[in-house]
């Protein structure tokens, strides 16, 4: 973090700064992201109506040999699936004995992507979670939850953007956020951002309970006094 304040100061014509503080607050907390919730949700509903008899509720996925006659992977808790191959199934299937059908002509390319968004928001999120249950795999109130995000919050993502508890930093603050859902809160740190600038995609480099506890001292800022 020193460094990373050294460097600013060094670099510092007003103009830079002024444009990186616009750049980030561009990006990394999008503002109330109404387009990401409504294409999560535009897919999941369409995903119910679709894709839940072969591939489960939420992805869970139907086993071979079920009582159903057809079968579906599970979808939810596997990062190793990537956006393009989750869209290229989509459009054109797969034949063989276990076929998955091609909706390719089926559905407009808006549908595809909102499908593709929620598939790979499923794939990104634990796996083995109860249909309805809470999608983190712990209590978000957990006070040592909320520590553990507490100081890797500190450590990886006050001093380039945030800021020290989630404010004064470039970004636009955290505390008393109200409209930053938790699967939403994931599904950025998982992902990250593209925009006008980039906030980096943490899925690779922490683990599922790591990333939550981050989400999980979001959300207690979010109940602070801003
Ligand atoms: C008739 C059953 C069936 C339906 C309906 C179905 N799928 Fe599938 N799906 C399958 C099968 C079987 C596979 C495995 C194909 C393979 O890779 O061998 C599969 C594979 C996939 C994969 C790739 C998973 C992997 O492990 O590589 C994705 C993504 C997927 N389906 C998404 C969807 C979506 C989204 C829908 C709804 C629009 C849907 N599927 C509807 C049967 C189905």
Known sequence: MKRLNGLRNTFRPAAFGLAAAF???????????????ARLSAG?????KLCVSCHGADGAGIAPGASTASYGPRLAGRPELNEAHIRDR?????????????WGTVLDDAEIGQLTVYVKWLAATPSGRPAAG???????????????????????????????EGVGGRAPDFKG???LPAELAYETIY???QGADVMPPWGNAFTNEQIWELVAYLQYLGKQQP
């Not at 750049?23 to 919730?37: E, G, I, N, R, S």
């Open 44 to 48: 999941k509903s369409r995903f119910d």
């Open 191 to 193: 992902k990250g951002r």
């Open 177 to 179: 956020r109200t409209d």
């Open 90 to 102: 989509i459009i054109h299937g797969k034949h063989g004995d276990k076929a998955m059908p091609p």
């Open 134 to 164: 809470p999608l983190a795999p712990f209590d978000l109130n957990d006070e040592a939850r909320i520590a553990a995000g507490k100081r890797r919050f500190a450590k990886t993502c006050a001093g380039y953007c945030h800021g020290f």
């Open 23 to 37: 750049a980030c607050a561009a990006f990394a907390v999008a503002p109330p992201a109404d387009d990401d919730k």
